[in-house]
């Protein structure tokens, strides 16, 4: 998704992002259950990202800011 929004493809983004949604819901249960803390922090992440790339007018710079913002919460969470 990062890809696609420094490349300005933003119905690729758009692909991507309810890819991530669907995937993220179909695992919720399960990743809830192992750090509910985290998931509820990983999913505010997730819902700006999702606002951001879906805008009727997305903005780059705050795609590509939420976008690493969230990735860097998952990468913390992953250590």
């Not at 493809?9 to 949604?21: I, M, R, V």
């Not at 992440?45 to 998952?74: G, Y």
């Amino acid at each position: 998704m990062l890809y696609d929004v420094n490349s300005n493809n933003f119905t690729s983004a758009k692909k991507g992002a309810d890819n991530l949604e669907h995937q993220w819901d179909t695992s919720e249960s399960k990743l809830r259950k192992m750090d509910g803390t985290t998931w509820t922090k990983i999913d505010g992440t997730i819902d700006v990202v999702l606002a951001a790339v879906r805008s009727s007018n997305p903005n780059v710079s705050k795609c590509k800011s939420s976008l690493k913002n969230s990735l860097s919460v998952l990468n913390g969470a992953n250590t």
